[in-house]
């Protein structure tokens, strides 16, 4: 029952329980992008590796070998030692830091509940309102009577249906949401400062940008700064700004992780529940790993950056000549250096019979 403005205050004394047993969240969070990388990268290794949904492929085999300037194995092993110093940094700064205590759900619900009532009286006023105006009867648009009884204090079901939609689903859904549009708007901003200042792209963002035909855990092959300036900074100040709790901030970290391999996966697939939510899929990060499409591009969740400033590049006929004109050079690359390397063998074994 809510019988007045001001929620009852509940004793919260216990700390919230883990999401797994032995692990504090803190912990977790750490971990979970991790696992989630080395995961869901393992399964477009096993796509390439079998050549499996090559039709969906961005590039060909190819392209990769004539075209990156870094190898698989270079590659992994960089990416190791940059998720070891993130998870050293991360178990650093949680070290010793208090458990979040568990919330008191209750409160949180009657809280909502009471501000869903709040605009649920607001909108019977205005259908009210706009009755003469419209010119239809009272039954025409009248409000429920068990939804509002304003005469009682008592909240009805369609407000506790209302508050616990709320607390539960729509207000840590809308947190989520904006911490991402924070995060994406820094990670916008520095990333293409990072292409406009030639020294921050030598000695920072070059790193990654040796990739010109990434695949999916080539997503984190960063130069540290990348990592934890551009990434680890961005989300950290997304869920300051929202305030989002543990297991939100774990569904964040987890789907950034798992949105960064997609992006570098090589893979663009015709239904893609990603890209129809936020205009940005494996094609439109590939883009901007090539050397005609390096200024442009620079959203890492959301295309909506590239708009506004003016860097989204999306002309779908331009992008299909580059990408055919890149697969008939690397195949004739291909054949040059294999070309040379039997001239060179036969030459080398014609030496060793002279010999």
Known sequence: MIANETHPVYPVESPAPTLLNGIPDQYLIILLPIVIHWAASAVFEVFDRFDWLSKYRIHTSAEELTKNKVTRWDCFVSTIKCQAMQTCLGIALTWNTDPELMEDVEAGIAMWTRRARVVLMALKQVMASIRPLLGVSDSALSWPRSAIDIARDTPSALDLSAGKALYWYLVPLVKIIVALLVADAWMYTI??????????????????????????????????????????????????????????????????????????????????????ITGTDASFHDVHHQSWGLKTNFGAHLAVWDWLMGTHFDDVAEIARHRARSRLNAEKMLLRSTAQREADRGRSIDAAKLD
């Open 191 to 276: 990333h293409r400062m990072e292409h406009t200042n030639r020294w921050m792209y030598k000695h920072f963002h070059y790193q990654h940008h040796r990739l010109y035909v990434p695949y999916a855990w080539g997503g984190s092959y960063n130069h540290i700064f990348d990592s934890i300036v551009v990434d680890g900074l961005a989300y950290s100040i997304g869920c300051w700004v929202t305030a989002l709790p543990t297991r939100s901030t774990l569904l964040l970290f987890g789907y950034s992780t798992l949105k960064n391999v997609s992006d570098h996966c090589g893979y663009v697939f015709p239904w893609d529940p990603i890209r129809a």
